[in-house]
């Protein structure tokens, strides 16, 4: 190797701050063939390839963050879950992530089979749309409610396929997708106390975490 | 056994620094080219692991010399702003490597240079339009033998646009244990009806030039100037966008502030006149004709079955693929073609869409965002050397 070459900073957000980032890379194997969705400036990426030295890509639709991902030295390309995913070969991967964007997605149901087609295992994060103040902000308030996860207007949020964590089981069952694992975590990322009961994380968790595998 | 040597170039009077092969090189037309000469340039050291060597495969109208000053223009090299110490492509750390391309016309064996017969013996004439065609996998071969010649056993890393991109995606489905990672910028897998009807127009204002005669215009005394300088012209309007063309010159007048509908002449045409006519200082006119048709002949698909996936079946190439927002020329469509058959086979493969206004032509231009992905693409890829 070329002496004193050293990656750019990464200048997004610090791992501090992404717990749940944290939680997926534990459920990752050292080495394994990752790629993960919806990368971001690849702040994950940068875990896994770094402290778990797997063999990582990642893909973004926002440019910017694809053109720091690059600059971090991180293999990403600029593409798009809806479309591109069908690109990739059968189990080119051992585990396929989208951390936080399966809400945004135009097909949420065909982004999850493609997952599951390229990986052998899918992880999968996501705002669970159950928890109790979502519901009792609608309740109460009778606006679609607003929250630190989902904090945008109905008329300009990203997020189009929100979903509660008793949903996605049912999809999960309604596809024969195997839930190997599963969280409740806070926005934070921490695990909460309630992440055993399907039903009290539906309406505690600020997010579901799942790793899926083909039934 | 290649031997170095400093020979004039027949025409310009300048000394190249280049490598002859007396053996020679076998085309992919069927012709063995004998000699081969392949003129060059090195910047850096190379290192004692001999891990730090990078190819830089130029364009079209390109030449062997990115970094310095030109012997012919007096210029600045063409890639002032990638290849330098402290640069995205740093000499200080890289041992970099530019080849004129086989049937350039800066000394590497092209249709200036000295025909040869069948056993290499020199016949007294240049070759012109005798040249035999050559491909850009042909261009990659010849700056093959160059490596082993420089001791260079595999190359961190090779880049280049436009056509140079050409070469980058040969060099990786043609010797895919000799480079560890390969940056393609504002390229294709093919040349497209489009970019070939272009070239066509070139060709053809240079055979309209009565100065070409036939391509013996060394005959004459004389070069198809008028010919050439109109292809120059056309290809550079492909090689920059509108918003590009109309910040630059918008409708404003050379001749003075209102038109006066004799003799008036735009911003915009002096511009082009003089691209064209300061090309044809420096680039050989069956050069051109040579170098276009390698490019139009390009279809690395065809080289495979039909497939670009299959040239790069199981490749353990990283590749860095960059395309410009505003090139109509090789346009990111084409760029993400790459991508997606790198994808299909699995490939590490990292793509940039640059925001630019440029056009075609910003890949040699000052963007930082291209500098950045290539310094961060090449740091990320030293840490996986191997």
């Known amino acids: 190797m070329p002496e004193g070459l050293a990656p750019a900073p990464r200048t997004g957000r610090p791992l501090a701050d992404r717990l749940d980032l944290r939680l997926i890379a534990e459920m990752v194997e050292p080495r394994a063939r990752v790629l993960d969705i919806g990368c971001g400036d690849g702040a994950l990426l940068d875990i896994l390839v770094h402290e778990k030295d797997v063999d990582g890509r990642g893909i973004e639709l926002d440019m910017a963050l694809v053109t720091a991902a690059v600059a971090h030295g991180l293999p990403v390309i600029h593409a798009d879950a809806d479309t591109d995913l069908a690109f990739y070969?059968?189990?080119?991967?051992?585990?396929?992530?989208?951390?936080?964007?399966?809400?945004?997605?135009?097909?949420?149901?065909?982004?999850?089979?493609?997952?599951?087609?390229?990986?052998?295992?899918?992880?999968?994060?996501?705002?669970?749309?159950?928890?109790?103040?979502?519901?009792?902000?609608?309740?109460?308030?009778?606006?679609?409610?607003?929250?630190?996860?989902?904090?945008?207007?109905?008329?300009?949020?990203?997020?189009?396929?929100?979903?509660?964590?008793?949903?996605?089981?049912a999809l999960c069952e309604a596809d024969g997708y195997r839930v190997e694992r599963w969280l409740g975590v806070d926005e934070a990322g921490r695990k909460t106390p309630w992440r055993r009961n399907r039903w009290l994380a539906n309406l505690f968790a600020e997010q579901g975490l799942f790793l899926l595998t083909r039934e | 056994m290649a031997e170095t040597v400093r020979a004039p170039l027949a025409t310009a009077g300048i000394t190249h620094q280049r490598v002859v092969f007396p053996e020679g090189l076998a085309l992919d037309c069927g012709v063995v080219l004998r000699p081969l000469v392949v003129a060059y340039r090195t910047y850096g050291r190379l290192n004692d692991a001999k891990s730090n060597a990078i190819l830089v495969c130029h364009a079209l109208t390109g030449d062997q010399y990115v970094a310095e000053t030109h012997p012919v223009t007096g210029k600045p090299g063409w890639w002032t702003s990638m290849v330098g110490p402290g640069l995205p492509v740093d000499t200080d750390r890289f041992f970099v490597i530019c080849a004129n391309v086989l049937g350039g016309c800066m000394g590497s064996s092209g249709p200036r240079e000295e025909m040869t017969d069948a056993e290499g013996r020199p016949q007294g004439r240049p070759w012109g339009m005798q040249f035999p065609p050559v491909t850009i996998r042909d261009m990659v071969r010849a700056q093959a033998k160059l490596l082993d010649h420089l001791g260079v056993p595999k190359l961190f890393s090779v880049i280049g646009g436009s056509m140079g991109g050409m070469q980058v995606l040969e060099w990786a489905a043609l010797h895919p244990g000799r480079v560890f990672s390969a940056i393609p910028i504002a390229t294709a897998t093919h040349h497209s009806a489009q970019n070939i009807a272009f070239h066509e127009i070139g060709r053809q204002a240079i055979n309209a030039d009565p100065d070409f005669h036939g391509g013996e215009y060394w005959k004459h005394g004389v070069v198809p100037a008028r010919g050439l300088a109109v292809a120059r012209m056309t290809a550079h309007i492909t090689y920059l966008s509108e918003e590009a063309l109309t910040r630059k010159f918008g409708r404003r007048l050379r001749t003075g502030p209102m038109l006066t509908f004799s003799n008036d002449l735009f911003e915009v045409e002096s511009y082009l006149q003089y691209q064209?006519?300061?090309?044809?200082?420096?680039?050989?006119?069956?050069?051109?004709?040579?170098?276009?048709?390698?490019?139009?002949?390009?279809?690395?698909?065809?080289?495979?079955?039909?497939?670009?996936?299959?040239?790069?079946?199981?490749t353990p190439v990283r590749f860095c693929v960059i395309s410009f927002s505003s090139d109509w020329l090789f346009p990111t469509a084409m760029s993400r073609e790459i991508v997606r058959a790198l994808n299909a086979v699995a490939a590490n493969v990292s793509f940039v869409e640059i925001t630019s206004d440029k056009g075609h032509d910003a890949f040699l231009l000052d963007e930082p965002d291209l500098f950045?992905?290539?310094?961060?693409?090449?740091?990320g890829a030293a840490e996986r050397w191997r």
């Open chain 1, 89 to 169: 070969p059968d189990a080119a991967f051992d585990y396929v992530i989208l951390s936080r964007t399966l809400q945004a997605t135009e097909r949420p149901r065909e982004v999850l089979a493609q997952m599951l087609r390229i990986g052998r295992r899918a992880i999968v994060s996501f705002p669970n749309f159950g928890h109790w103040q979502v519901r009792l902000k609608l309740l109460l308030t009778g606006r679609m409610p607003r929250t630190k996860a989902l904090d945008r207007a109905w008329y300009d949020t990203p997020n189009i396929h929100l979903c509660t964590i008793s949903d996605f089981f």
């Open chain 2, 372 to 379: 950045r992905t290539v310094s961060g693409f090449l740091a």
């Open chain 2, 276 to 314: 064209g006519s300061s090309f044809v200082q420096r680039f050989d006119a069956n050069s051109y004709l040579s170098i276009t048709r390698a490019m139009d002949y390009f279809d690395l698909a065809a080289e495979h079955g039909g497939s670009v996936a299959a040239a790069f079946r199981n």
